[in-house]
């Protein structure tokens, strides 16, 4: 296979356990680039937490986060792509997480607001090392004219299938619903899905479909591995998500991205 674009998750994909990136990883994807290789992040993450790993592999490129609500420059922080909820839905949906007494973020650009903190938001902060502001969140929306890229909802998974058989009769076919961790309910505008923003993102590259691998591991990686030229699951993703990939690579502790990059693209 002729791989020009290389789009990886980072948690529980790129990522080993610790958050860290092995020495093969990193090896790999300088090896890639060298070879004129398009390298870059497809991640649920905000910008801000996916930038220290862009800067730690040199990839001054742009990075799509937030599940693909945007596409930031990774270094400059230019917004090249954005697509909200927009506001008036996003008022909706969190009158809706209020009433329902549930902990949620609401994202905006490369910020994340909490209502009130508790002990959810400190874990998750501390994790990802960035600052999870407390404010009113309908004070938040007043002053945003187009809206925010991402919410999501903390809770335990028997929890969060309540919530979204809930959310889908409150707002029906109004969201784009997915997980990247079985503690996580997340949402995006309807349209957004990493799927058709890597494939909107190598379009104007000028790389087919056919010429894109797309690693990852969780639900949300789905529409990508089955849209790009090779899918690849990682041995750690869910059952669900290694029947949609092409093929399964070994696990993130395993150095899995950097196998299917040798396999794949170097070789």
Not at 125 to 137: H, M, P, S, Y
Not at 152 to 173: T, V, Y
Not at 218 to 234: F, H, K, P, T, Y
Not at 242 to 262: R, W
Request: glycine share 6%; hydrophobic share 45%.
């Amino acid at each position: 296979m002729n791989i020009k674009l290389v789009a990886t998750d980072l948690d529980d994909t790129l990522l080993r356990d610790d958050l860290t990136l092995s020495e093969r990883v990193i090896e790999a994807i300088r090896q890639a680039r060298e070879q004129g290789v398009y390298v870059t992040f497809a991640t649920g993450r905000m910008p801000a937490s996916a930038r220290l790993y862009a800067e730690q592999l040199g990839l001054d490129v742009p990075i799509i986060t937030y599940n693909g609500a945007m596409i930031q420059e990774a270094i400059s922080r230019k917004i090249l792509y954005r697509k909200v909820i927009p506001v008036a839905l996003a008022r909706e949906v969190i009158g809706f997480l209020l009433r329902e007494k549930v902990h949620f973020h609401m994202y905006r650009e490369d910020r994340v607001f909490v209502q009130e903190m508790n002990e959810w938001s400190q874990a998750y902060g501390q994790k990802i090392r960035v600052t999870v502001e407390e404010a009113d969140l309908m004070t938040i929306l007043e002053e945003e004219k187009e809206g925010v890229e991402k919410i999501i909802a903390f809770g335990s998974p028997e929890e969060l299938a309540e919530l979204r058989q809930k959310l889908c009769r409150e707002l029906p076919d109004r969201l784009h619903l997915t997980s990247s961790k079985p503690y996580f309910l997340e949402m995006n505008h309807q349209e957004v899905n990493k799927g058709n923003t890597l494939l909107t993102f190598a379009e104007g590259l000028g790389i087919k479909r056919e010429e894109v691998m797309a690693i990852g591991d969780s639900l949300n990686d789905m529409e990508m591995i089955r849209c790009a030229g090779l899918g690849v699951a990682m041995a750690n993703a869910l059952q669900e998500v290694k029947d949609a990939a092409d093929v399964v690579t070994a696990s993130n502790e395993e150095d899995g991205v950097a196998k299917a990059i040798e396999e794949y693209v170097l070789s």
